[in-house]
């Protein structure tokens, strides 16, 4: 899965597809306990792409909110002397 093609997404399919993910990589976990899984590089394609998913869904969120950077690394005026 690409950048592109998260974008292209509505924001309840890149839910269903977080569901989706997550529940293939606890399947993923859960084999590597009992059985010998097959291709270990699934675990590093789907950490990325739920990474993506959830870059993009939190852009759109801040996007809505109009949050830009918040209070992170601002500076605050000290009163005083």
Not at 17 to 22: D, F, P, V
Not at 26 to 39: A, C, G, H, M, P
Not at 40 to 50: C, L, M, N, S, Y
Not at 60 to 80: D, E, Q, T
Request: glycine share 10%; aromatic share 2%.
């Amino acid at each position: 899965m690409t950048g592109e093609e998260v974008r292209k997404m509505k924001d309840d399919e890149i839910k269903a597809e977080l569901g989706r993910l997550r529940t293939k990589l606890f399947d993923l976990r859960s084999q590597t306990v009992t059985e010998k899984v097959e291709n270990t590089a699934q675990f590093t394609v789907i950490r990325r792409d739920v990474a993506r998913l959830l870059t993009e869904s939190n852009s759109r969120r801040r996007a809505k909110s109009g949050a830009g950077g918040g209070a992170k690394g601002a500076k605050v005026a000290k009163s005083g002397k």
